[in-house]
């Protein structure tokens, strides 16, 4: 069965600086998907960026970028030059190409300082 | 744009009663899913279905039934419930191929007491 693991509970980062959520996974199916949501304290999922199994290069959306390290099945989430609404909850997933289901890792609250 | 609709957003229900969580999609998707969020727990997978007269249970399903009504409404049902179905619950579509994202539901925010 697949598995997500989010190891970071809760971060810090100073407004403007860079951060990193951790996120790892486990699958025998060689296609996959890898995604990462936002959830502010609203409650919304924000999708905000997906990488392939099959990707040659790592995503980026705006100042999102997935750190995709195939052999060591891990997904990072980097948000560059962070803003006081990047506050949320974050949320890596995974979906087997064989295995419908999406799954979900226990999530990160970033806490971004002024 | 509704996207994925859920309703009721706000439920409180006594120990014992049944109710019905409704979603419905306009995005023509063929795969449609229901979660339910914990405190600490991220996301857990309830019930999915893959397409249009499937469901599959996911990590979570003891206490809860779905039907597949057609290809727009996935419906959640709680024959009778429990205190431990405190959640906030979460409906959620995707095109069936495995390597899109899913869209989510508003939420469901219930409470059993």
């Known amino acids: 069965a697949q598995k997500i693991t989010q190891t970071q509970p809760g971060m810090f980062v100073q407004e403007k600086e860079a951060v990193t959520l951790d996120c790892t996974y486990d699958t025998s199916d060689p296609s996959y998907g890898l995604f990462w949501y936002k959830q502010p304290s609203s409650g919304e999922m924000i999708f905000l960026i997906y990488?392939?199994?099959?990707?040659?290069q790592n995503a980026t959306e705006g100042r999102y970028s997935l750190n995709f390290q195939k052999a060591r099945k891990s997904a990072n989430l980097v948000i560059s030059a962070s803003q006081l609404g990047d506050s949320a909850m974050y949320f890596c997933a995974m979906r087997e190409i064989n295995n419908n289901d999406m799954r979900f890792g226990a999530g990160t609250r970033l806490t971004v300082k002024p | 744009n509704a996207g994925v609709t859920q309703t009721p957003k706000f439920q409180v229900l006594k120990t014992g009663q049944s109710m019905t969580l409704q979603c419905a999609q306009d995005?023509?998707?063929?795969?449609m899913y229901w979660y339910r969020q914990d405190p600490g727990m991220g996301l857990r997978l309830i019930y999915y279905?893959?397409?249009?007269?499937?469901?599959d249970k996911g990590e979570v399903p003891n206490g809860y039934n779905v039907s597949r009504l057609n290809k727009r409404e996935f419906s959640l049902r709680l024959e009778s419930a429990a205190p431990s179905q405190t959640s906030v619950y979460f409906c959620?579509?995707?095109?069936?191929?495995?390597?899109?994202?899913?869209?989510f539901g508003q939420g469901t925010r219930l409470t059993v007491v």
């Open positions: 279905s893959a397409s249009e007269g499937t469901t």
């Open positions: 990488q392939g199994s099959y990707d040659q």
């Open positions: 995005m023509n998707h063929n795969s």
């Open positions: 959620a579509s995707s095109e069936w191929t495995g390597l899109l994202e899913a869209f």
